[in-house]
Structure formats: structure tokens, C-alpha cells
């Protein structure tokens, strides 16, 4: 019971900070009633959603996962730009060479954080979006499905992404 | 120095546009909602990304605002996709009948 309350004030603090600091940046400014009017938004926010999730929740704070975290932000930026070169390849074919279906895969993270990008990371990549969340579950809607079976697909899908996440959140 | 960063700045705000143009033109051509809302996202996306990246070329001193705009986009769309695209799966949206396989409607339990 004690534990729970220290690790949910401590999500609030993280999330108050959070907030905080990005009114300040947004802002460029550090006049007094901004300051004022940031900072009461921010507790009632951080208040109201206590329970919420916040960057450096679930967070390992190592030198190997800061190095995955670098690993991860190229990886992604990559099958981001993919994402699109291929979807503009479709969007302007005559015949719109789709074949879309929705899969089911699954990963072996447990944080919540870890799941939140994981689901958010396969959206913005190639041709997949997240459906679903569910347990370790996810349904995937597939622009051109490459493979129905649900090892194949989590292979495809899931693995690129995971194995750095997994050492960032695990 | 200053002319070589204007024009990089203005190449990325043309690709940036681009990229969103052709998100509008996958709107208008994907046959149902599931495609409209991958294309949206994606291009939305990195069309943003780069107009941002254009911006901040151009007027050096908006970079931080920029970021931290392009960070909030990066976690915001996404999510905002996915959600759409439950609901609309649980609202009984017209799927395309030719839908190689649909592993979510073919779990037990009543999803609609």
C-alpha cells in the first residue's frame, strides 16, 4: 500500500516536471505570470492523471539502454522515410497494388511504456497500423500482408523495434 | 553560408509538402478506412517532420519551439491513429471484401 502511493506521487512529480518544462520552452519566456499560470496547469494535470504514463516512467536509467534509445531513434527515422517512399510508390500506382488484412503478433515486453512505443513505433512504419492492444497481443492492420502466419508476422513486424525497446523499458 | 541553409530549409518545406499532397491523394484513392488512416498518418508524419525541419532552416532562432512540436506530433498521431482505427473496427466499418485475412474478427467474443 505505502510502496503504491510513493511510486504514484512519484509518477505525479515526473509528470508535473515534464509538463512544466515543456510550458517553459514553449513559452521562451520566464515572466512571472506565465510561470504562475504553467505551473497551476501542470498540478491539475499531473493531479488529475496520476495514474498516466510519462516518458521517463519504466525508464532504465543505464548506459546501454541510453545507447538503444540512440540505436532506436535512427532505426525508426529510417522505416519512417521507408514508410512513406513506400506508400507514395502505391498511392501513385494506376492499379493500387494493395492487399491489406489485419494479423495478430506478439511481444514479449511487460512495461507499459514499452508496449505504448512498441504500438506507436509499428503504426508510423511500413504499410502496418495497430488495431488493437491486447495482453501481449497486438492486431496489426497490414497494407500488403507479407505473411499470415503469427510467428512469420511477429518476425516481420513486432522483432525490429523490440530489440531495442526491451532494453530500454523491458 | 546563410544562402546554402535557405535553400536546404526550402527543399525540405517542398518535400515536406509533397509528402502531404500525396497523403491527400492516398485519401481520396485507398478503398476503406483502415488504408485512409495508415496513409494519413504516415505522410501527415514525415510531411510534418520535414516542413518543421524546413522552418527551422529558415528562422534558426524557432528550433527548440520546432522540436518540440515535431515530439509532440510524434507521439500524438500514432496514437490518435490507433484509436480511430479501433473504434472504427468496433463501430462495424465497411472493411474491403477482398481482405486476405482478418485474425481480429475471427477471435472468440463478440467485438462489435
Known amino acids: 500500500m505505502n510502496s503504491e502511493v510513493l511510486s504514484s506521487t512519484r509518477q505525479s512529480v515526473e509528470l508535473f516536471v515534464t509538463l512544466f518544462m515543456f510550458w517553459v520552452l514553449l513559452n521562451g ?12 496547469a501542470a ?5 488529475l492523471f496520476r495514474d498516466g ?26 522505416e519512417l ?13 494506376p492499379s493500387l497494388p494493395i492487399k491489406p488484412g489485419i494479423v495478430k503478433v506478439r511481444t514479449r ?4 511504456m514499452g508496449r505504448l512505443l512498441l504500438a506507436n513505433s509499428i503504426t508510423l512504419t511500413p504499410g502496418t497500423l495497430t488495431v488493437e492492444l491486447e495482453d501481449d497481443w497486438l492486431y496489426i492492420h497490414w497494407v500488403t500482408v507479407e505473411a499470415v502466419d503469427m510467428e512469420d508476422a511477429t518476425t516481420l513486424i513486432v522483432a525490429g523495434f523490440e530489440r531495442y525497446l526491451e532494453r530500454m523499458y523491458g | 553560408m546563410g544562402a546554402i541553409i535557405d535553400i536546404i530549409g526550402a527543399l525540405l518545406l517542398v518535400l515536406g509538402t509533397a509528402f502531404l499532397f500525396l497523403g491527400g491523394v492516398g485519401l481520396h484513392r485507398m478503398p476503406d478506412v483502415f488504408n485512409r488512416i495508415q496513409v494519413g498518418t504516415k505522410t501527415t ?3 510534418t ?7 527551422a532552416c529558415l528562422h534558426p532562432d524557432w528550433s527548440l519551439k520546432l522540436l518540440l512540436i515535431g515530439l ?3 507521439f500524438t498521431n500514432p496514437l490518435s491513429s490507433q484509436v480511430l482505427a479501433r473504434a472504427a473496427y468496433r463501430s462495424g466499418a465497411k472493411k474491403m471484401a477482398t481482405m486476405v485475412t482478418d485474425q481480429f474478427g475471427d477471435e472468440p467474443g463478440d467485438r462489435s
Open chain 1, 29 to 40: 519566456s520566464l515572466a512571472p505570470d506565465t510561470l504562475a499560470i504553467g505551473c497551476v
Open chain 1, 43 to 47: 498540478f491539475v494535470i499531473a493531479v
Open chain 1, 53 to 78: 504514463l510519462s516518458f521517463l516512467f519504466e525508464f532504465r536509467i543505464l548506459p546501454s539502454s541510453l545507447w538503444a534509445s540512440v540505436q532506436y531513434f535512427v532505426y525508426f527515422m529510417k
Open chain 1, 81 to 93: 522515410i521507408v514508410a512513406n517512399v513506400r506508400l507514395a510508390i502505391i498511392v501513385l500506382s
Open chain 1, 109 to 112: 515486453l511487460k512495461s507499459r
Open chain 2, 45 to 47: 508524419t514525415l510531411g
Open chain 2, 49 to 55: 517532420l520535414l516542413t518543421l525541419a524546413g522552418a
Open chain 2, 72 to 74: 509532440f506530433l510524434l
